[in-house]
C-alpha cells in the first residue's frame, strides 16, 4: 500500500493561471472604457440584444438589427451578404455596435480538411493547427469572425454519430489537439484578417450521451467529469480560447446549460476564464423540455444566473431578461457582464475598427493551391492501415487490371463527411480519380457494385464479374456523411446496406482484394478484418480524399495514422476504450472473469493501432526520475529503428500506470506521444518529459493528487504493445 499519510495535493488545476488565455483575452484599458462607455449609453434592451443570437437573414431580422435586438448572427457565410447586414449595425443602429458572424467551421470552410476524428487518427498536433489555421484564414476572408469549433468532447461510444466531429476516446489526446485547434484558429491576435474566435463545445461530457443516443441523459461522477470530460476544455481555456458553448445534455439532473457549478464555479472561478459562453442552439429553450422550469422566462433566468452569456436560437433572453430586471428578479449588472464580455471580444476582434471584409480577398485566399496541398498531407497523415497480410499493399502501378468498386469508391460528396461547411462536392476527388492518377483508365473497371443503404442488392453480380477479370479489387465501403455528425446515432456498428454481402461476394472470386473503408465513426467489421488481407481506415478525408488514398495504395505514401477511438468486434462490445480500470477479474480465459462468452476479449483493433509499410524496432528503453524540492520529473527515452526499406512515420505512444493507488486507476492512460518520421535503417532517440504533477487522479474528496508509489510505463506504437518499464515517485 502506498503511504497514505504522504499524500501531494497539486492544486495545480486550480492555481495555475490560464497564461495563453492571459495573453488573448488580456485587458486593455482603451478597450476597457470604450466598453463602459457604451455600456453607460445602452437602453436595456439594447443590451439584452448583445446577448441574442439569431440564425440567417430576413426583412425582420434586418429591422432587429437596426433597432440593436441582436449581437450575433450565425449561419451566413460570404463576403457580400455579412457585410451587407454588418452595414446595418454599424452604420443604421442607435450605437452602431458590430454584429459578431458565427458559423460551424469544423473542418474546413470551402477547403474541407479530413473529419476531425481523421485528423485525429495523425497523432499530429502541428498540422491540426495548421488546418484550423487554414480554415480560419478562408472562414475570416468570407467575413465570419466566429466558429463553433473546436468540438473537444470525449467519445467513449461509437454508436454517438458526434464523435465524428472530435478527437476520439482518450482525454490526453483529445486535450493536446484541442490546444492546437484553438491556437490555430486564434492565432496570436484576434484582429487580425486570419484568424477567427474559436468556440470549445460542447460543454460538458455530452460524449457520455447514454447508449450513444444523441442529446440523451449523461450521469457521470464528478470525479469521471473531472478526469475524463473536462480537461480537453481545460486545454482550450489555457490556450485562449474565446467562448465556450455549453451542451444540450442533462448533466448528474442539472442541465449543462443550466449547470452553475460547471459554468461559474469551475469555467469561471477554478479556470479563470475570461470570454463568453454561447448556448447550443436553443439548448436554452430547452430547458423546459428538461424539466427545470415551466416557462421561457424561467428557464432563462436560469441559464443567465447559471453563466450562459448569449442565447443561441432560443429566444429565451430576448423575451424576457428586460421584464426580468424589470422585475427585479435579475440584478442589471449580471446582464452587464454578459454584454462586457460580448462587446470586449468584438472589440478584440477589431470589429469596431473594421467591420467589412474584402469581397476580392474571399476570392483569392478560398481553395488556393497552398490550402489543397494542406488538404492533401492532411488527409495523407489520417489514414490508417489496419491490415496488410502478404504485403498485399502497396500495389504496383504496372497492374494490367484494376477492378474498382464500391459505393464510395466514385463518389465526391460523402467524403466531406458532417458539418463540410461551404464544401462542394465538386471539389472532392473521388478514389477512382486518385486511382486514374496513377495507372492508366483503359486498366480501370468501375462498379458501384451497392449503395450505402437501403434494401437493394444492386448490381451485386456484375461487381463479381469484374472483379473475376481483374488483377486486384479495390473495394471502398463505409458510411455516408449523414451517418454521423449531431442526430445521427446509429444502433448498429455494420457496414450498412450490402456492403458486407458485396465485399464478400468480391472477397470469394479469389481476386486479392483491398478493403477502403471511409466513415466517420469506428466500425465493426469482424469478417472483412478476419478474410480480407488489406484494410485501410479513410475516414472522410475531405477534397483530396482520392489523391491520399490512391498515394497510400500505390506507395507514393506510406501510411503512419494511428486510431483514435478502439474498434469493436461488434455494437455489443460497447463501450469499450483502452484506459478502463481493471475490476476484480479482469478478463482472462478463465470462467468468472470480466468478459462475454460469446466473442474474444480483445477489441478488433486497439486505441492507437495502425500499421505501415515499413517496420520499426524498438530498443533501450530508459526511465529515471529527479526530484528537485517537491517537484519529480520523469524522463523517458528510447530508441526506434526503421527496420524496413521505406520511409515511414511512427507515432511513438507514452502509456503509464498507477499501480497501487487509494482508488482503482485505469489500467493505462496515454500521456505523451510523437510522431517521427524514419529513413530505411535511420535509428532515432526518441525522449520524453513528465511531470509527476501529471500522474495524478481526483480522490474522494474531489481533491488533485499525485500519490507516492509504484509506476509502470509503456512506450510503444500502440496502447497493447510496447517496451515495459517502471518507475517510483516518492514521499
Ligand atoms: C450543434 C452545435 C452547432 C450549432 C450551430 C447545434 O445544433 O449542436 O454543435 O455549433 O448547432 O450550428
Redesign the pocket.
Known sequence: MKAAKWILVFLFIFSQTSVLSAQILSTNPTIENRIESLIQQMTLDEKVGQLNQI?GISDEIKLQVQQGKIGSI??IPGAKVTNEIQKIAVEESRLKIPLII???V?HGYRTIFPIPLGEAAAWDPELAQKTAAMAAREARASGVHWT??P?VDIARDPRWG?IA?GSGEDTYLGSVLARARVKGFQGNNLADPASVLA?A??YVA?GAAEGGRDYNTVDVSLKVLREVYLPPFKAAVDAGVGTI?S??NDLNGIPASANSMTLTQILRNEWGFQGFVVS????IGELVNHGIGATLAEVGKKALLAGVDMD??GFAYTNNLANLVQQGQIDEKVIDEAVRRVLRLKFMLGLFDRPYVDPELEQTVILSQENLDLALESARKSIVLLKNEGQLLPLKKNLKSVAVIGPLADNNFDPLGC?FCQGQAKDVVTVLEGIKHKISSDKIQYIEGCKIQGNLSGNIDKAVAIAKNAEVAIVVVGESAWMSG??YSRSSLDLPGHQSDLVKAIYETGVPTVVVLMNGRPLSIPWIAEKIPAILETWQLGVQSGNAIADVIFGDYNPGGKLPATFSRTVGQVPIYYNHKNTGRPAAAEKFTSKYMDIPIAPQFPFGFGLSYTKFQFSNLKVNTEKTGNMTQIFASIEIQNIGNRIGDEVVQLYVQDVVASLTRPVKELKRFQRITLQPNEKKLVNFQLDANELGFYNQNLEYVVEPGQFKIWIGPNSTEGLEGSFEILD
Open positions: 440564425n450565425l449561419n458565427g458559423l460551424d469544423i463553433f469549433a468540438m458526434r466531429e468556440c463545445k460542447h455530452y458553448m451542451a444540450f447550443d442552439w436553443s439548448s443561441m436560437m458539418w449531431e442526430a
